[in-house]
């Protein structure tokens, strides 16, 4: 498949040659500077991609992009391709696309093998997940075994379109590598993160971690049932599990990955150490490093593992029974097999104050059972798995909540913190006593889910955004998480600022300590356009920017101290807006396509790469969709 790759390569080459420069002055791939505004300057073909839908289709569902300018690479979530695009950001030219055994894109010839040790993943009922290393001993009923090769990405659940798309079971999703442009971290729509190895051909998986419990995609009945769940109930079906792990924020200096598995529901972030990883010198293996990942029925026996009579259930060609009385964890003899980097998660759940007969919140235990009401996890549904913390020994057989212990598979304990959200007053979403609640104050909640995060290098703490965070739907937060590296009782939410008339979308950080704040419309509530900037360390608004909003992603870029926000709902249309962040002024919005929610920008040469759906900007790529590179002329 390498000449298809290279084929491409070649007529993007033309492309760019004879069409790129359409109506925009000077010279398009030059990198003029002339301060007369910004122009899409070319348009990168991704490849593989066309009108047909045979395979794949145009390029119209698509996630976070990352650059890394140390290396002048572009990594793009490729839904439609079932890979992450890896784009030359000073040839503009897409020169890979890492993949796993199930990709449109180069058909999986080049999907990337996994370390050995690594075993596959199961799944909320119990059978394998192909969306993981496909090590023995992996099979699924349709007849695909162990290959040794990462198994891919679930792609657009449902339909493409923005519209009709189950976004929270869909994937790749988040994007980030690191400072040396050596690993990338992708997230996964079944859950989990992988790592990949940028220095190897193709890249190798250094590990799949799982954040939460996966969908079933792969048993008898498919994910048919999960995607009807969420066309009225939100995603609640038993088969569902947790939705994809999406937005991520790395900090390099204790090498540690936040990531949130934060679409509606009862969202959630982990806080995983990457450092052995990164080093390459451990791969994050489940705490019994011999079995796969994930929950194990009552009963389970050793013995029978991977064979036909054994367990997963689906290697006989059937389902655990929904309702399940064997893979409950609240039946005794249920046990889980997670990772054994998770530092902690917390759980946006509502625990605390008014829901919890005000109760405040523990700092001083692992697993915070807020009066014995919020166990921790507290999944959406009581009778299936949720997470990778907390405890799974019924310590209430009556209520049925989980214990302060985990058990293993072989009968071991264990015990990952587990902590929830924030407890917040309910009128106007400020930060209460979190140990001895007023009467107005109760756990936050987010029902429209999670956002994007950034580590603060100046306080070591994460600041999370937080879309909705009560009861009334013009508040949302920006959180802040102390990771507590080093205390056995995990990371807690330590201050909540108020974002009044904005669902916090994204943050990033501008020049010191000043720090972005992306808004957004969402659950019918649309907001005049705005962005703060905001101290990271207090909180306090520095600044409002009114000119551009409805953002998804912003990117700061140092090469010329200027923001670059994705805004796919401005009243008018989506745009690219530009923000000179050393005065905090609106510069300017640059019409795009359709759902353009993602950006990155190369600070070598202050270009911005934004994918676009088909249509419009694309020109002759207009039916395939592609990678607009915008510059300022």
Known sequence: ?????????????????????????????????????????????????????????????????????????????????????????????????????????????????????????????????????????????????????????????????????????SGPDGEEVTPDGKTLFTAVGNASVAVFDLTATPPTVLATIPTGTSADYDGPLGIAPCVASWNGEAGSAATCGDDRADEMAYDPVHQVLAIINGDPGLPFVTLIDMSGVVARTSHCLPIVPTLAYGPYEAGFVLANYGTSAGYPFQGSGTAIPQPSTILDPQVAGTSFNPPSCIIGQIYYDGAGGKASGGAGLSTTVPVDTVNVTFPCPDPSNPHVFSGVSGGIVNANPVLGFPGLSGVTPIGTTYTIPCHHGPILDQTLGTFCSQTAPASSCAGAIAPAGLGGMVWNPNTGHLLLANENSIGITNIGSVDEIDPRLGNPNGPVVVNSFVMQNCMPTSVVQGPGNNFMVGCADHDGEAFPPNLFVIDGTSGAIISEITQVGGVDEIWYNSGDNRYYVAARDMPNGPVMGVIDAKTNTWLENVATNANSHSIAVDSGNNHAFVPLQAGGICTTQSSNGCIGVFAEQ
């Open 1 to 169: 498949m390498r000449s298809r790759i290279l084929l491409t390569v070649l007529l993007t080459a033309l492309f760019v040659i004879a069409s790129g420069c359409g109506n925009v002055k000077n010279c398009p791939v030059c990198g003029t500077t002339t301060a007369d505004g910004y122009a899409d300057i070319v348009n990168i073909t991704v490849p593989e991609h066309n009108p047909t839908g045979e395979p794949g289709g145009p390029f119209n569902s698509f996630d976070i992009s990352w650059i890394n300018s140390a290396t002048h690479r572009d990594y793009v979530s490729d839904r439609i391709g079932l890979a992450v695009v890896v784009v030359d950001t000073n040839q503009n030219i897409a020169i890979n696309a890492i993949q796993g055994s199930n990709a449109v894109t180069n058909a999986g010839n080049a999907a990337s093998p996994c370390t050995p040790s690594i075993p596959p993943q199961v799944d909320v009922v119990g059978n394998f997940t192909r969306f993981g290393c496909r090590n023995a001993p992996f099979h699924l009923i349709s007849g695909f075994g162990a290959n040794g090769n990462f198994g891919g990405f679930p792609g657009a659940q449902c339909c493409a379109s923005r519209a009709n798309g189950v976004n929270p079971m």
